[in-house]
């Protein structure tokens, strides 16, 4: 795939699986986990809808009741335990140069490639987040806004945007530089849905809430929660009001 225009909207994770408002745990219980070794980052490309499970659009608390039918027991112990953390917490930044290898015949890097280093980019927030081993569970949005040149630059920027119960949104944005000119272009935004989970089980693990303190951390709050939405609705259909 390469730059220029082009989008991937709603990729998502777990082919098959079905969902009964009953949480990720549901999801990534029986089946999967057994297969990972610790640290495997998960990165699957099906357009089947992911589900993270919980009321959409509520932050977890200390001592707060988790949205879960199964598993419920297991997390209850470890609730009073989670502190919040700030968004700079999970601040994190990547650079890179653009080799040959790394681009189509016109000199411009592959949309793949930008992709690979979004979700590098982004797990290293999720990790610093959450303290756990992550997968990756969706690419809600990845935008291509102008092309990367040969011998160019890149810079990239993530940080947790919201976090849910086992899972938390995080934002990337990409940016382009020219080191013989210093011009910089912003040249990609994406959002990616992590999982955390347990070194020990395999099963996803409550993330520490998301303290959000100034005007713009919460404009991104408040908008993760609305694409979270637009994910449920992609699995559910219209009538969102089905789930439980």
Known sequence: MGDGGSRVAAVHALHGQAVAGEGVIRLFGDELFEQLAAGFLLVWHSGVSYYTGGTGGVQLRAGQGVGMKRKNTRNRGHEAELAGKPVSTSRSEMTEIVLPAMTNPLGKLLGGQVMHLVDMAAALAAHRHSNSYVVTASVDYIDFRNPVNLGEIV????????????????????????????ERKHTTTAYVTFVAVDEHTRLPKLVPPLIVKTAGERRRYREAAERRKTRLALRYGTDSGKRK
Do not use: D, I, P, W
């Open 155 to 182: 810079n990239l920027k993530s940080q947790v945007n919201r976090v849910f119960h086992t899972s938390m949104e995080v934002g990337v944005e990409v940016y382009s530089e020219n080191a013989m000119t210093g």
